[in-house]
């Protein structure tokens, strides 16, 4: 069984920067896949950034080259977050899973975080 608790997130100023970071518990040695994900109000669950137990990055196109996802290990990751925006207010999750498919699907096979709210204005 695994467990995640984000934390980080908070109000920020357009421009500014937030680091969130996750924190796993159970047996996440094993995980392929871990990312973060949000939520903006009134949408749905998109990706925002993911790695594999390989140690390839992913991100969608509107976080390029301002978000960074890295791990310590496999019981810590972050998200970094530069030059925040007001469209990258949402509540954040981070996720983990064990198969193979695209890690930056938000399927049925994620583990979830409760989610931390970042609001950018």
């Known amino acids: 069984h695994v467990q995640l608790v984000e934390s980080g997130g908070g109000s920020v100023q357009v421009g500014g920067s937030l680091r969130l970071s996750c924190r796993a518990s159970?047996?996440?040695?094993?995980?392929?896949?871990m990312g973060w994900f949000r939520q903006p109000p009134g949408k749905g669950r998109e990706a925002v950034a993911a790695l594999d137990n390989l140690g390839s990055t992913s991100y969608a196109d509107s976080v390029k080259s301002r978000f960074t996802i890295s791990k310590d290990n496999a019981k810590r990751w972050y998200l970094d977050m530069n030059s925040l925006k007001p469209e990258d207010t949402a509540t954040y999750y981070c996720a983990a899973k064990f198969d193979t498919v695209s890690c930056m699907v938000a399927d049925g096979n994620y583990n979830w975080g409760q989610g931390t709210q970042v609001t950018v204005s």
């Open positions: 159970g047996d996440t040695e094993r995980a392929y896949c």
